[in-house]
T-cell receptor, first 113, second 115 residues
Framework: KNQVEQSPQSLIILEGKNCTLQ??????????LRWYKQDTGRGPVSLTI?????NTKSNGRYTATLDADTKQSSLHITASQLSDSASYIC????????????FGKGTMLLVSP | NAGVTQTPKFQVLKTGQSMTLQCAQD?????MYWYRQDPGMGLRLIYY???????DKGEVPNGYNVSRLNKREFSLRLESAAPSQTSVYFC??????????????FGPGTRLTVL
């Protein structure tokens, strides 16, 4: 079954600290993996898109890694800010079939002052 | 550039009522999507339109119909609303289809409650 599991479910960190969010998937055949940020009451906003050949991709203070062999991805946030408080969603895209996008349930991050 | 817009923002329906959720994008994208997001679950694809004139079912299409009115607009219709359709509905668009290496842009969502 095509699944995307994210951990932890929720996380509280102090402003200025770093954190890493995890995403494990069983989706096959793999096309690409995306990380989205969703602020409360808003639609998701894309942070990164990675294919199987890309190990690392950065977007400002956000760095995503991908290990296509172990089917794991992580999102590292550096020097967290209050505005980073949001849900972070991992999405894996299959390379076949009609239902090609599988969304994780998200990790809820709260950055505390 | 407004991106993806959705109307209405909030809606309360009674069981059995019908309504249409509207979505429009001004980025000249070919593909558009409708998702629902429920507490404790990931977003799930209801329907998508890979290009103007085509629509396809996603993961949870039952109880919904869609119309790709033109390249800009993609509407979602609930013919006879049920409490199980209480959810937050997101419209999204992308330049190319869902498998392509391109970003999907999401609207702000419609919060629907069916009593």
């Amino acid at each position: 079954k095509n699944q995307v599991e994210q951990s932890p479910q929720s996380l509280i960190i102090l402003e200025g600290k770093n954190c890493t969010l995890q995403c494990n998937y069983t989706v096959s055949p793999f096309s690409n993996l995306r990380w989205y940020k969703q602020d409360t009451g808003r639609g998701p906003v894309s942070l990164t898109i990675m294919t199987f050949s890309e190990n690392t991709k950065s977007n400002g203070r956000y760095t995503a890694t991908l290990d296509a062999d172990t089917k794991q991805s992580s999102l590292h946030i550096t020097a967290s800010q209050l505005s980073d408080s949001a849900s972070y969603i991992c999405v894996v895209i299959r390379n076949s079939g009609y239902s090609t996008l599988t969304f994780g349930k998200g990790t809820m991050l709260l950055v505390s002052p | 550039n407004a991106g993806v817009t959705q109307t209405p923002k909030f809606q309360v329906l009674k069981t059995g009522q019908s309504m249409t959720l509207q979505c429009a994008q001004d980025m000249n994208h070919n593909s558009m999507y409708w998702y629902r997001q429920d507490p404790g679950m990931g977003l799930r694809l209801i329907y998508y339109s890979a290009s103007e004139g085509t629509t396809d079912k996603g993961e949870v299409p039952n109880g919904y119909n869609v119309s790709r009115l033109n390249k800009r607009e993609f509407s979602l219709r609930l013919e006879s609303a049920a409490p199980s359709q209480t959810s937050v509905y997101f419209c999204a668009s992308s330049e190319l289809g869902p498998r392509s290496y391109n970003e999907q842009f999401f609207g702000p969502g419609t919060r629907l409650t069916v009593l």
